[in-house]
């Protein structure tokens, strides 16, 4: 069963510090990786999506990674700012089997930018 | 190009109830997702709908159930609701192989139970 943990489960951070937000996974055969920001009492918007065969995809301010053999990812957050506070999940989907297709999520790191 | 629209947006029940919630998939996807969020935890999957079946299911009862209509939106059926069933439900669309394009969700659906 593939399972997903946050670390840590909550940050926060001066404006303009930069950070890294960290994901792992017990089952590495996985189809793709999906970062998401999560906004109070709202849907999930995607952030980033790995191919199970990138090392990393780049958005702007953010850069993701993707060690499949160790089971990590981290999002890297540059210079953030107040607007980026929200919760940031992670999801994986296995590459094959019966729970290809579904997304497994993390518990989430609950991100707080002051100014 | 409208993303992934749920309705309604909140909804109070009373226990024993039975509700029905509604998504519209983004345009060109043709598979649909669905997921409970407890508060403070991570979204868990219930089903998914791809070509009007229930491809797959995540550990939640029957009292869960769903349908796919011929124009690819969905609708979620709770029965005989529960206090613990109290959640932001969210619908996600994507393509049946989700390749480069993940997956797009709605803004959810609050359901409170009482």
């Given at each position: 069963?593939?399972?997903?943990?946050?670390?840590?489960?909550?940050?926060?951070?001066?404006?303009?510090?930069?950070?890294?937000?960290?994901?792992?996974?017990?089952?590495?055969?996985i189809y793709n990786l999906q970062?998401f920001?999560?906004?109070?009492?709202?849907?999930?918007?995607s952030?980033?999506l790995i191919q199970s065969?990138?090392?990393?995809?780049?958005?702007?301010?953010?850069?993701?990674?993707?060690?499949?053999?160790?089971?990590?990812?981290?999002?890297?957050?540059?210079?953030?700012?107040?607007?980026?506070?929200?919760?940031?999940?992670?999801a994986v989907v296995l590459a094959g089997?019966?729970s290809y297709g579904k997304l497994t999520?993390?518990?989430?790191?609950?991100?707080?930018?002051?100014? | 190009?409208?993303?992934v629209?749920?309705?309604?947006?909140?909804?109070?029940?009373?226990?024993?109830?039975?509700?029905?919630?509604?998504?519209?998939p983004k345009?060109g996807h043709d598979t649909v997702s669905?997921?409970?969020?407890?508060?403070?935890?991570?979204?868990?999957f219930?089903?998914q709908?791809y070509?009007?079946?229930?491809r797959?299911?995540?550990?939640?009862?029957?009292?869960?159930?769903?349908?796919?209509?011929?124009?690819?939106?969905?609708?979620?059926?709770?029965?005989?609701?529960?206090?613990?069933?109290?959640?932001?439900?969210?619908?996600a669309s994507s393509l049946l192989l989700p390749g480069d394009y993940g997956y797009t969700f709605?803004?959810?659906?609050?359901?409170?139970?009482?």
């Open positions: 069963k593939q399972e997903v943990t946050q670390i840590p489960a909550a940050l926060s951070v001066p404006e303009g510090e930069n950070l890294v937000l960290n994901c792992s996974f017990t089952d590495s055969a970062w920001r999560q906004d109070p009492g709202k849907g999930l918007t952030l980033l065969s990138q090392r990393e995809q780049t958005s702007g301010r953010l850069n993701a990674s993707l060690d499949k053999s160790s089971g990590r990812s981290t999002l890297y957050i540059a210079a953030s700012q107040p607007g980026d506070s929200a919760t940031y999940l992670c089997g019966t999520f993390g518990q989430g790191t609950i991100l707080t930018v002051h100014p | 190009d409208a993303g629209t749920q309705s309604p947006t909140h909804l109070i029940k009373t226990r024993g109830q039975q509700v029905t919630l509604r998504c519209s345009s669905w997921y409970q969020q407890a508060l403070g935890q991570g979204p868990q219930i089903f709908y070509e009007e079946e229930e797959q299911r995540g550990n939640f009862p029957d009292r869960f159930s769903g349908h796919q209509f011929p124009n690819y939106s969905s609708e979620l059926n709770v029965n005989a609701l529960l206090l613990g069933d109290s959640a932001l439900y969210l619908c709605g803004s959810g659906t609050r359901l409170t139970v009482v």
